[in-house]
């Protein structure tokens, strides 16, 4: 069940982004991705680059944590340039895992016959780009937005935000709508895939006796002819 597992690491890497202590959920988050990456790139082999992206975005929180740690418990004096380098990059290798993570489940969607799934993961593609440019293009603080510059920032704060959102609501249609092979036929079950085993909703058996009764009488006639 590796969607459930993506599901978790997307939200603790990209929910948490603005939490004060956002590189401890990142180092988590990438893990727990990295996990998920492993079982699904054999169903989609966009996977491939998410899991290259992962490994960057782990070793990316890696060093944030190292580096925070040290300078809270005072061994190291902050350094604003270093800190608003090491911002960006993380960033960037942010935006290059989502953007994989989305592509290879619009791919393995696709590759179950689900079209409609597929084409939500392209918009939200497309949707998180927008989010980004427009994130970029705020922190260049154009002169001509002059006493616009709040109401756009919070624009772009909630437009974030819902990206965000739209993303995990899409990792969480996939989880439970896409079946993999072999999920069914697994019979040692890790406990986080035993409480998202109990989320999906089982398929009642089908009462064969209810059937046949459902079925419309045989004739006489039917009956000699065989």
């Known amino acids: 069940m590796g969607l459930g597992v993506l599901f978790i690491g997307y939200v603790l890497a990209a929910v948490f982004t603005l939490a004060p202590t956002y590189f401890i959920t990142d180092l988590i988050g990438s893990f727990v991705i990295f996990n998920a990456t492993v079982k699904l790139r054999r169903h989609a082999s966009r996977f ?27 061994l190291i004096e902050g350094n604003g340039t270093f800190e608003s380098g090491l911002e960006i990059v993380r960033i960037t290798v942010m935006f290059a895992l989502t953007v994989s993570i989305l592509l290879a489940l619009s791919q393995l969607a696709a590759s179950v ?44 704060f909630v437009f974030r935000i819902l990206t965000v959102l739209l993303n995990c609501i899409f990792l969480y249609s996939c989880y439970m709508w896409i079946c993999l092979e072999g999920d069914h036929d697994m019979t040692h079950l890790s406990p986080m895939d035993k409480f998202f085993a109990k989320l999906t909703p089982k398929s009642k058996p089908k009462d064969k006796a209810a059937d046949e009764d459902a079925l419309p009488p045989v004739s006489s006639d039917v009956k000699r002819k065989k």
């Open 48 to 74: 491939r680059y998410a899991e290259a992206a992962d490994i960057v975005m782990f070793f990316v929180c890696a060093v944030q944590c190292v580096y925070y740690a040290i300078k809270y418990v005072g």
């Open 113 to 156: 016959g689900d079209k409609k799934l597929a084409d939500k993961g392209v918009r939200n593609v497309w949707l998180f780009s927008v989010s980004y440019v427009f994130m970029i293009l705020l922190s260049l603080d154009f002169d001509f937005l002059g006493d616009f510059i709040a109401a756009f920032t919070a624009f772009g």
